[in-house]
């Protein structure tokens, strides 16, 4: 999924569980991210697990229970 940036709405959107893939336009929308999972994991009581390939702009999250 092609995105500008992740929003907590993106993140809450996911389930317990799932993963989705996301393709972002450089390596500093990545970093950002990464804080906003942290900061919407907090808030909603569970944990966001992030792979990044960076060379690609590509960004996997998972929703996983705290």
Known sequence: MQLERITREDLRAIRMGES???ELPSYGAILSARATAYATGRIEGCRFVLSAEP????????RMPR
Not at 55 to 62: A, D, Q, R
């Open 20 to 22: 989705r893939i996301y």
């Open 55 to 62: 060379e690609k702009n590509v960004l996997t999250i998972t």
